[in-house]
Every structure is written in structure tokens, then in C-alpha cells.
């Protein structure tokens, strides 16, 4: 189902590694002029510090509104709020899991249950390599609840020339389950003809 584009669109960032794929994506629509929604999980917290250079107060400025995890009570917990959906970026297997099995004990988890019951996009850039059967199981059953499992796998074909431009092509494939507009980068147009 599509949602209409003036909606909010919310963002989780969880700690799984590869946060810098949430705190892109805030930046990237802050420019565009999407409003979104942050929950940022504890652990995400300090893979922040791990990982960037970024703190949190400077990820939190670039949403227009920050919740708590642990506000199960927030706007985004009820169906009767409106979005246009939700992308978590990453998403921890621990994550995937609770959103596979209903088992809302924070608000990402929450908030992602209420995208599935309200028949609204979610995409989980799930991060975890390798894979056992148990991960692929939990994709699996997040899948047939309605997720997008979106892992955020590099792709060669526009020609990367630095990390960033791999960010924003995984990026750009989650903006596009929530039919966002974006040129992130270079689309495939066919084989060139000789």
C-alpha cells in the first residue's frame, strides 16, 4: 500500500555495526525535505562511538522528532499515527527477531509492528554475515509478516569510487521501498549497445 508522500517517515538506528547507514539516510532526507521520526536504541548509542565520529546529540538534530526507546507510549507505537513507513538502519538480528515474533519490548520493535499491522512499508537493512539457519529463518518469517529485508549489500554496476558512494547506494534501494526520491546513485540503464 502507498502512503502519501507529506508523511513522516521513521527511522531506527539499532547496534548493529554499519550505523553510519541510519545516520546517512537522516542526513540525506534532512536535505530533501522528508521529515522524520528517530528511535535510536541504546546499543546504537555506542556503536555511534564506535564507529563515527558522530555523537548522539549531533544524529538526534537530524530528525524532527526523537523518541526514547523505551517510550512504548510515543506517537509512532499506535496505528492511528500516520507514516509512510519505517526503515531500521541496521538492524541487529536481535531486532529482527523481536519483530518476527511480535515481541514488542521496546519501541523499534513497537513502532515496526505497527508498520506490519497497518500494512505500511518496512524495510530492515538487517546486518549480520555469515548467516545461519536460524537468521534466515527469522528473515523469513519477518518476510511473510510483510518486511522488506533489505541487507545492505555493496553493488558494482554504477562504479563506486569511495565508501560513501556505497552507503548511498544501499541507501538509495531503501529509499526506494518508501518511494522516495533520491539520486543517490547511478541506475542501471541497460547494457550500453555497440
Known amino acids: 500500500m502507498s502512503q502519501p508522500n507529506d508523511l513522516p517517515l521513521v527511522v531506527a538506528i539499532t547496534g548493529a555495526t554499519g550505523v553510519i547507514y541510519g545516520v546517512e539516510m537522516l542526513r540525506v532526507l534532512k536535505e530533501i525535505g522528508q521529515e522524520t521520526h528517530l528511535i535510536l536504541s541504546e546499543a546504537a548509542g555506542l556503536n555511534l562511538a564506535i564507529e563515527t565520529d558522530c555523537t548522539i546529540e549531533e544524529v538526534k538534530s537530524l530528525a524532527a522528532v526523537v523518541y526514547s526507546n523505551k517510550d512504548v507510549g510515543a506517537a509512532v507505537a499506535s496505528g492511528s499515527f500516520r507514516t509512510r ?19 514488542t519490548y521496546n519501541l523499534v520493535v513497537r513502532a515496526a509492528d505497527v508498520s506490519l499491522k497497518e ?3 518496512l524495510v530492515l537493512m538487517v546486518r549480520e554475515t555469515p548467516l545461519h539457519k536460524g537468521h534466515l529463518e527469522l528473515m ?5 509478516c510483510g518486511a522488506i529485508i533489505l541487507p545492505p549489500m555493496p553493488a558494482f554496476y554504477h562504479k ?16 526506494d521501498q ?17
Open 119 to 121: 500494512s505500511r512499508t
Open 85 to 103: 513507513g519505517m526503515i531500521v538502519a541496521p538492524c541487529t538480528i536481535k531486532t529482527l527477531s523481536a519483530i518476527a515474533n511480535s515481541f
Open 160 to 175: 563506486p569510487q569511495s565508501i560513501m558512494d556505497i552507503i548511498h547506494q544501499s541507501i538509495g534501494k531503501a529509499l
Open 140 to 144: 523469513s518469517r519477518a518476510a511473510d
Open 178 to 194: 518508501v518511494g522516495i526520491e533520491h539520486k543517490l546513485f547511478k541506475r542501471w540503464a541497460g547494457r550500453p549497445t555497440q
